[in-house]
């Protein structure tokens, strides 16, 4: 089971959007609803972010959204802030009955 | 409020053997599969494998890059998951998390990890 595919950075300003993009394939991504994202500070454990393609956890701001088209998911963050600088990381559950973790992004707010 | 602590990490010469331990508490442990994730450094997470809860038949699941090596296992008595990890390679060497599924919020709380690391 390989990697899922993202981009390795994405940049924004304050304020902006920006979207990651996380590829699988139809063994992954493209067959089931159960993506999901993780924000990842330096340091620190992975924050459970968006589980199911687009629900976010209680707690977790607003201002990320997830979505899916086929094999593609995508996590965007509207209203970029400070504090959103982080590496993120896709996952999604595979017709091994395993997971798959995505190749992770970092991400600058410029 | 809902803890996961590693332990049983530490260094190991190519070829050994270790388990890794992952102490819950704050839920019903046993109402959970329990997921080991690796991250070695500077890299991404990788998942290793998993265990389902006893509703589940204990089912397990590994990475291709672990199986046939790892085993995971569970102590519902104890409240703590286990990875038994032989025949131990220079490229396991990570952080290994473990981390909790209810089949609705996957990897929802995480450990603080423990740290294997496999050289001569």
């Known amino acids: 089971q390989s990697a899922l595919t993202q981009p390795a950075s994405v940049s924004g300003s304050p304020g902006q959007s920006i979207t990651i993009s996380c590829t699988g394939t139809?063994?992954?991504?493209?067959?089931?609803?159960?993506v999901s994202w993780y924000q990842q500070h330096p340091g620190k454990v992975p924050k459970f972010m968006i589980y199911?393609?687009?629900y976010r956890p209680s707690g977790v701001s607003n201002r990320f959204s997830g979505s899916k088209s086929g094999n593609t998911a995508s996590l965007t963050i509207s209203g970029l802030q400070a504090e959103d600088e982080a590496d993120y990381y896709c996952s999604s559950y595979t017709s091994s009955s395993t997971y798959v973790f995505g190749t992770g992004t970092k991400v600058t707010v410029l | 409020e809902v803890q996961l602590v590693e332990s049983g990490g530490g260094l190991v010469q190519p070829g050994g053997s270790l388990k890794l331990s992952c102490a819950a508490s704050?839920?019903?442990?046993?109402?959970?599969?329990i997921h080991w994730v690796r991250q070695a450094s500077g890299k991404g997470l990788e998942w290793v494998g998993r265990i389902r809860s006893r509703a589940n038949s204990y089912a397990t699941a590994y990475a291709a890059s672990v199986n046939g090596r790892f085993t995971v296992s569970r102590d519902d008595l104890k409240n703590t998951g286990y990875l038994q990890m032989n025949s131990l390679k220079t490229e396991d060497t990570a952080v290994y998390f473990c981390t909790r599924n209810d089949g609705t919020y996957p990897f929802d709380y995480w450990g603080q990890g423990t740290l294997v690391t496999v050289s001569s």
């Open positions: 199911d393609v687009s």
């Open positions: 704050g839920f019903t442990f046993s109402g959970f599969a």
């Open positions: 139809s063994s992954d991504v493209g067959a089931y609803d159960y």
